[in-house]
């Protein structure tokens, strides 16, 4: 495999080595409030080579802020056995190694635990310093792989997730957890084949889940020359809506236009309705799977009544990543965030009462990804800031930008000078220390 791949080359180019720096230079001046660990996951295969952009091995990178100061920036591999051992995730006969993976997609805090996750396998556990402690399965109860994308409720505290397999039914699993990590439901959901589901949606009253045409694909697989999914023209796009009060009862589903969506950016229920806020591609891998359609922002509106959903495009700019404060997830969020990539990057704030959407341009060459909501006060959806790992082409170096999320359009409030580069990647977290 050559290195020539655009998985891997630029600032998809994976980085070589572990570091730790301490006393890091700041251009302006980090909220004093903030005190805790900026953290984010991405693909960085520890040969500099993989087969796909999402198949990298997990490499945390963590910024240590305190009272004002960046007190450190240290990135760690997740020591997964496959990093480890070469363990595959599958074996040739089908095997799914749930101790196996990458770890290489999120990494969220629940009960005290830091962890790792990837979609195809368990969490991994870290400690405070991203060493890894091993592999999570809520003390022996989780059977399948852990969604990267699980949610917290804010009410209760709860962790819902799912886990989905390839090769054997149950497809889908849906699981939930209790706020001290007790995993006390796993419940099958009939699904007629394997497909690629990598986000989901929560709201008070209701779990949703996205059917869509990206079906696994066995002559993909063999091949091993990308990811194991098809779009498939023949597989209609769905959503399933279960009650959160009757987690065993039925599923309903409702179609709609065929598409696919990796991120949500929030749901919410309504009288007698459930909205939902997605980035939407309008279809993805057809032939290949090193290509992208490009994905904007749309709202489904789910009729409980008359069982149809309302679909409705809410912005023409092309973005990913989206983010609201976590302290409402699946509440009425009335801003959201999303990232802006191409040859000039932004940070997109909507409103989504009014449809109003303000942006901060970062510049040419300057490029950010997913940007994490950190609270200034206890107040959900009050003021905050947002933080992001931003890619500089001119300088071939990182920056953690910290800006002030009312005011999107002015200067950062701070700028975290990187001792070195940090590849584009995933998913991240700001996890506060009170």
């Not at 572990?18 to 520890?46: F, H, K, M, S």
């Not at 992208?292 to 023409?316: C, H, M, N, P, Y």
């Not at 990057?345 to 994490?372: C, K, M, N, Q, W």
Request: charged fraction near 20%.
């Amino acid at each position: 495999m050559t290195t020539s791949a655009p998985h891997l080359t630029g600032n998809y180019a994976p980085v070589t080595d572990e570091l730790t720096a301490v006393d890091l230079p700041v251009t302006g001046r980090i909220p004093a409030e903030l005190t805790g660990w900026y953290l984010r996951n991405g693909p960085n295969p520890q040969a500099a080579a993989s087969r796909h952009w999402f198949v990298g091995d997990g490499m945390v990178h963590g910024i240590r802020i305190e009272n004002g100061r960046a007190v450190s920036y240290r990135n760690r591999w997740v020591r997964t056995a496959t990093f480890t051992d070469g363990v595959r995730t599958y074996d040739e006969s089908g095997h799914h190694n749930l101790a196996a993976g990458v770890a290489n997609t999120h990494v969220i805090r629940h009960a005290g635990r830091t962890l790792a996750l990837v979609e195809s396998s368990y969490p991994y556990e870290l400690t405070c310093d991203l060493d890894t402690v091993g592999p999570y399965d809520f003390d022996g109860a989780l059977r399948t792989a852990m969604t990267a994308h699980p949610k917290t409720c804010p009410v209760t505290g709860e962790l819902h997730f799912f886990g989905y397999e390839l090769t054997v039914a149950p497809f889908l699993t849906y699981h939930r957890a209790d706020a001290q990590g007790n995993l006390l439901l796993s419940r099958p959901i009939d699904v007629p084949a394997a497909t690629m589901q990598h986000d989901f949606n929560l709201t008070a009253e209701h779990v949703v889940f996205m059917d869509l045409p990206v079906v696994f694909d066995v002559a993909a697989a063999i091949a091993g020359t990308g990811m194991p999914f098809r779009w498939s023209d023949s597989y209609p796009a769905r959503l399933g809506v279960l009650r959160r009060d009757d987690p065993h009862g039925a599923v309903r589903w409702f179609p709609i236009e065929p598409c696919y969506v990796f991120h949500t950016l929030n749901a919410h229920d309504e009288p007698g309705r459930i909205v939902l806020y997605v980035m939407r591609y309008p279809q993805l891998w057809r032939d290949e799977s090193h290509t992208f359609e490009k994905s904007t922002l749309w709202r489904w509106t789910i009729d409980l009544a008359a069982g149809t959903v309302a679909e409705e495009q809410l912005d023409d700019r092309v973005a990913e990543f989206p983010r609201v404060d976590d302290r409402l997830v699946g509440l009425d969020s009335r801003i959201g965030h999303a990232a802006v990539a191409g040859d000039s990057g932004a940070l997109l704030r909507y409103d989504l009462h009014t449809g109003a959407s303000s942006a901060h341009e970062f510049g040419p060459g300057r490029i950010p990804g997913e940007a994490v909501f950190a609270p200034a006060d206890e107040k959900p959806g009050g003021d905050g800031y947002l933080m992001t790992f931003v890619y500089d082409a001119a300088t071939d170096g990182s920056e953690l930008a910290i800006l002030d999320a009312t005011d999107l359009a002015a200067a950062p409030l701070a700028t975290v000078h990187l001792p070195r580069r940090v590849p584009f990647g995933f998913h991240g977290s700001w996890l506060a220390d009170r």
